[in-house]
């Protein structure tokens, strides 16, 4: 893919929805860290899916400004996909076994603790992805 049609791709929404990406990368790297490091003992389940969605989270970023290269734009679909099974999931289980989540992780309560962007997202990637198909692909 050109430059000139990369870069279209990483303008207005595409932008946004990369930036919003990081930052999110960047957040639950932040939180899984520091949870990891001082409390790992209280709540491991909760805390590993914390560094779980912080590596999603990176993955997708980096796959979302590589899209328009070979087989990234799969890993991004992939990428987002899993974000969005693992906030239903986890977040169908903290409601239904609180228990399990006794302490949150960034998808529990369906991102509740980050004003449910975990939720949304993922809807809107995939809805930017389906858009910017790469040429050539009728999928």
């Known amino acids: 893919m050109s430059h000139t049609v990369q870069r279209a791709?990483?303008?207005?929404?595409?932008?946004?929805?990369?930036?919003?990406?990081?930052?999110?990368?960047?957040?639950a790297s932040g939180?899984?860290?520091?949870?990891?490091?001082?409390?790992f003992d209280e709540a491991p389940l909760a805390?590993?899916?914390s560094a779980v969605a912080a590596a999603v989270y990176i993955l997708a970023t980096l796959a979302l400004v590589l899209a328009?290269?070979?087989?990234?734009?799969?890993v991004a679909g992939v990428a987002i996909l899993f974000e969005l099974a693992g906030v239903l999931i986890v977040g169908a289980l903290s409601l239904l076994a609180p228990a399990l989540?006794?302490?949150d992780s960034v998808w529990s309560y369906f991102g509740m603790g980050y004003l449910f962007v975990p939720l949304v997202l993922p809807f809107f990637g995939l809805w930017w992805l389906r858009a910017?198909?790469?040429?050539?692909?009728a999928g």
Not at 31 to 39: A, D, E, G
Request: charged residues 15%; aromatic residues 10%; hydrophobic residues 50%.
């Open 68 to 74: 328009g290269r070979s087989g990234w734009y799969a």
């Open 101 to 103: 989540f006794a302490h």
């Open 9 to 27: 791709r990483m303008t207005g929404i595409g932008r946004v929805l990369v930036v919003v990406y990081a930052v999110m990368a960047l957040a």
């Open 132 to 137: 910017h198909r790469p040429a050539g692909d």
């Open 31 to 39: 939180r899984s860290l520091v949870q990891i490091v001082r409390r």
């Open 47 to 49: 805390y590993s899916l």
